[in-house]
């Protein structure tokens, strides 16, 4: 009589072990950060906020729609400051503006566009940030 072999029904992946414990084709957040510009002087480096495509009820804008709607100002996140940024004690006197990680309000075309990876960010002048807001998203201009 010949015996079945059983066949494991479990659906459990093989444990698979890696050198050095780093994932084989995924790079790491330090790579991302080293193609970033550093600021020198007075400038930071933003990165504008994009609005969503699709609205709360579920409307997709067209690209259009969404640079109408960001026609007056733009909302970014400061990824870096210069070593100059706010040092000014004539001009600034109550100290800097913003810093690091604060969502930002400046002109639409202000400050220098380079384009990284099919993004952009921009190279603002200290003196050219506006206010700042604690969500960009709270930030709605009209149509």
Request: proline fraction near 6%; charge should be neutral; glycine fraction near 6%.
């Amino acid at each position: 009589m010949i015996q079945k072999e059983q066949l494991s029904t479990s659906k459990v992946a093989p444990k698979i072990s890696l050198p050095n414990k780093e994932l084989i084709g995924v790079q790491s957040i330090k790579n991302e950060s080293a193609k970033l510009p550093i600021p020198t002087g007075w400038r930071l480096l933003v990165l504008p906020f994009k609005q969503k495509e699709k609205t709360k009820g579920g409307i997709i804008m067209t690209d259009e729609a969404i640079d109408r709607s960001q026609v007056a100002s733009t909302c970014g996140v400061v990824l870096r400051m210069g070593p100059d940024c706010y040092r000014d004690k004539e001009r600034y006197p109550d100290g800097p503006w913003c810093k690091e990680k604060d969502w930002v309000i400046f002109a639409r075309y202000a400050g220098s566009r380079i384009k990284i990876d099919g993004g952009e960010v921009r190279l603002l002048n200290d003196d050219e940030v506006l206010a700042t807001v604690d969500d960009p998203e709270e930030i709605f201009h009209e149509m």
